[in-house]
């Protein structure tokens, strides 16, 4: 198609004399827009003034600037940039301006059922460094995803959320592809009548939508209030301190006494409330800066002490002690034995906590389980900083049968989206058979320098979550409260490592390592099959390759979502016979309205529906 000079499809060079392709594919790409309904023009050619983006004389120098989707967001680039003035025709929506000229910099509109795209300068090879809102804006204008995730899943902090509405936040969540939600369990650690009250209804409220809930610990945290009943178990630092390290208050978890107190607290919490699983996660020592900072590491309680002693004939406090042989300063064997003995300890706990959890699990009848732990691959300091073994803990987590998340820590939070290729290569020989390995990103204010904004937002947050989904084959966030409002419509799309094919006569082809939502409308088969799973135009497909085409119908939905993994469905006599495997116990909404749920035993098993 053409219209006023502009070709559909194709990525124009840009008045600076460099092609458009590489950012721009990325943006795409990440985001899971079509590239052939779409024109980019950038800044000045003779096909960007023919769609009426034209210089009026003069230039401006850009260095920070505002957008439309969140105009109170701080946007600055890396370098400043100068570039010619435009004007923009009348039909075109401005997205981006300069902050202190308020000069247009990305606009664009429609053309029949195509989109015009404009931006003054060139987006940057990345697609992200300049222009954050750049998918948001295509969307605007009428282009949409075609796939979406139904498989995300994002860690929730009620503390955040007191006032919101747990009915609202499942839809959300949902639309956004979430299938479970990890729960800040320490805040439901006592009983109290109120808050176990709200905890109830949101999880009635996610498992209506098909989302299963997860507690989520974080040992040796437990809870303020343990915390303060005993504070003869509190962890010590190095400098003899209690240790209150950020936001969490940690426990002694060595100690035979307080381990069995805190193992009576959780079989109390996960009686309490209807979980699906559990998230063991971040069981290890303080702190990032190691053991130079000795106001933050830890473990120093007695009990550590003493055993270590007995190991090595050296009590771990003559460390930062100038006058003894065996300061860190003078001597690094002592300490080097100590971290040592230290990453063995953390091992011993997460094993004895897994094996905790999995009985409690059993007599609940069986909770997923899941460990969130730090990479110690790509950061190798994070073993001696913090005590974390991943290559100790994986044959555990197949052991016991967990799902293993990996958390990037801060220190590589500045590097780019491509870094969980790297990291999922790099845990690719040390991953036993079996185990679900994931990604869980962080989506924080970060503390290096990093442009255009200090929190992942628009592109970079589309990028990163797509190559997770291409990387892993679980992709985990943390936490859906610090998911900007602009991203919320794209999240699942980028999430979706899916590619689609067109075929003849109205069909696809759908590629996915996991299930996805596609765009549908009217009676779909699915491999030949009649496929009766969808819900307001999108139709759950699962994961392989996997033909969708149209069918002659009607064909009434017979359920309307499902999170488990659909590995045969098959209409008998009337009936119809689903097999499916699930982790965690699947659930299914039935189709008919009211929201009606079943809940299937986890495994591989065949139910049949009406």
Request: a neutral charge.
């Amino acid at each position: 198609m053409r219209a006023h000079g502009i070709s559909f499809g194709l990525i124009l060079l840009s008045w600076f004399g460099t092609p458009a392709l590489g950012g721009w594919s990325r943006v795409l790409e990440a985001a899971g827009l079509d590239p052939s309904r779409v024109a980019i023009l950038e800044s000045d050619s003779a096909a960007a003034r023919a769609a009426g983006f034209v210089p009026e004389g003069g230039s401006i120098e850009v260095r920070s600037v505002t957008d439309t989707f969140l105009p109170s967001l701080q946007i600055v680039w890396e370098k400043p940039v100068t570039a010619p003035r435009f004007r923009v025709p009348e039909r075109a929506t401005v997205f981006t301006r300069e902050k202190w000229t308020g000069a247009p910099l990305a606009a664009g509109f429609r053309e029949g059922g195509k989109v015009v795209f404009w931006t003054a300068t060139p987006i940057g090879e990345k697609g992200y460094e300049r222009y954050p809102y750049l998918a948001q804006a295509l969307v605007e204008l009428g282009l949409a995803p075609r796939a979406s995730t139904r498989g995300l899943w994002a860690f929730f902090d009620s503390s955040y959320r007191l006032r919101a509405d747990p009915e609202y936040l499942a839809d959300r969540w949902r639309a956004a592809g979430i299938s479970a939600l990890h729960v800040a369990a320490w805040h439901y650690w006592e009983p109290d009548g109120q808050r176990d009250e709200y905890l109830r209804k949101l999880v009635a409220a996610c498992h209506r939508r098909a989302i299963h809930v997860y507690a989520w610990i974080e040992f040796p945290h437990v809870s303020e209030a343990f915390w303060e009943a005993h504070p003869q178990w509190r962890e010590k630092t190095a400098t003899g301190q209690d240790a209150h390290l950020d936001w969490r208050k940690l426990m002694n978890l060595a100690d035979p006494d307080c381990s069995a107190a805190v193992e009576a607290g959780l079989r109390g919490l996960l009686g309490r409330f209807d979980w699906d699983g559990v998230n063991l996660a971040e069981l290890y020592f303080e702190s990032l800066e190691g053991y130079l900072n000795p106001a933050r590491f830890t473990p120093f309680n007695e009990r550590v002490r003493q055993e270590f002693r007995a190991l090595a004939g050296v009590d771990p406090a003559d460390f930062y002690n100038p006058a003894s042989r065996a300061y860190h300063v003078r001597d690094a064997g002592p300490m080097r034995r100590f971290l040592e003995y230290r990453a063995r300890l953390a091992h011993r706990l997460q094993v004895e906590w897994l094996d905790k959890v999995r009985r409690i699990s059993e007599e609940k009848g069986g909770l997923d389980v899941v460990l969130t732990h730090v990479d110690d691959r790509f950061d190798t300091a994070m073993r001696d900083n913090l005590g974390a073994d991943a290559a100790a803990l994986l044959p555990e987590a197949a052991r016991f049968g967990a799902a293993f998340l990996v958390e990037d820590p801060a220190t590589i939070w500045n590097l780019g989206p491509e870094r969980y290729a790297e990291l999922a290569r790099r845990y690719a020989p040390i991953t036993p058979p079996g185990v679900r390995l994931g990604a869980d990103i962080n989506i924080v204010e970060r503390y290096q320098d990093v442009y255009p904004t200090k929190q992942q937002t628009g592109g970079e947050l589309f990028q990163l979550l797509h190559w997770a989904a291409k990387s892993f084959p679980q992709v985990a966030v943390y936490f859906e409260n610090s998911i900007l409002g602009p991203d919320w419509g794209l999240v699942g799309a980028a999430a979706a490592a899916a590619r689609l094919r067109p075929l003849e006569e109205g069909g696809i082809e759908v590629e996915s390592s996991s299930p996805v939502a596609v765009t549908w409308q009217g009676c779909a088969e699915v491999d030949g099959q009649p496929w009766p799973v969808w819900s307001h135009g999108k139709l759950l497909v699962p994961a392989g390759r996997r033909r969708v085409t149209p069918c002659s119908g009607p064909l009434p939905p017979v359920l309307e979502d499902f999170n488990g993994d659909i590995v045969k469905l098959e209409q008998i006599d009337g009936m119809w016979r689903l097999e499916y495997e699930s982790r965690a116990r699947a659930i299914a909404v039935l189709a008919g309205g009211g929201r009606q749920v079943r809940f299937f035993p986890p495994g591989r098993h065949q139910v049949w529906l009406r």
